[in-house]
């Protein structure tokens, strides 16, 4: 073998290797792609919305079909959030509301509703999620959870640990959060009945 054909076959390996390394890649792409559709997929089961613009925007939000089920529940903490801290009455009443829910103790949903209460989650999370809630009640395939539900769970939640002898138990941070949650969501269950 001369010197010019072993250049010439060191080359054609090197592109070859060069090849070969652009097609994982290119493969990696497509199953990171199709892992993705997956994920929106389920999730979108999980609360019976099926748009593919809201699913990415649920995503786009940090939820995880593990974490999903917690949408709901995003206005309850927002509501344990509104004067500056969540008590431990609001807390155990926000971990009943996920245990009836089906959230489990100790799983990555449960872990990250533990975290919302320890560390309020960003404005984002709150300012999307009654939106979010609208279109799940308003999906078909939406479980049998109404605003009206909802509403009372976050009513509860505000008047946990407020008031002094019964009165005044929900502030006025709390009331008006809660009238335009219900505002909100309530009206989304108007449309949907008509």
């Known amino acids: 073998m001369t010197h010019k054909d072993s250049l010439f076959e060191r080359g054609r390996t090197l592109e070859d290797d060069y090849f070969r390394k652009k ?17 929106r997929v389920e999730m979108g089961q999980k609360v019976g919305i099926m748009d593919p613009e809201t699913l990415a925007e649920l995503e786009a939000l940090g939820f995880t079909p593990d974490t999903v089920v917690l949408l709901p529940l995003a206005p309850a903490v927002q509501m344990a959030w509104a004067e500056g801290g969540v008590s431990a009455a609001e807390r155990g009443l926000i971990v009943k ?27 984002q999370v709150f300012e999307h ?66």
């Not at 290119?26 to 892992?35: D, F, G, P």
């Not at 078909?140 to 002094?164: F, R």
């Open 97 to 123: 509301l996920a245990r009836s829910r089906g959230i489990e103790e100790g799983s990555v949903a449960d872990q990250t509703l533990a975290e919302w209460m320890n560390v309020r989650p960003g404005n």
């Open 129 to 194: 999620a009654t939106r979010l809630i609208r279109a799940m009640l308003a999906s078909p395939g939406a479980d049998q959870v109404t605003a009206d539900d909802l509403v009372t769970h976050y009513e509860s939640i505000a008047a946990a640990s407020g008031g002094i002898l019964g009165m005044n138990r929900i502030s006025a941070e709390e009331r008006l959060l809660l009238t335009a949650l219900a505002k909100q969501l309530k009206a989304s269950a108007v449309r949907t009945a008509s």
């Open 23 to 39: 097609d994982q890649e290119l493969i990696e792409k497509i199953r990171s792609a199709a892992a993705a559709v997956r994920s």
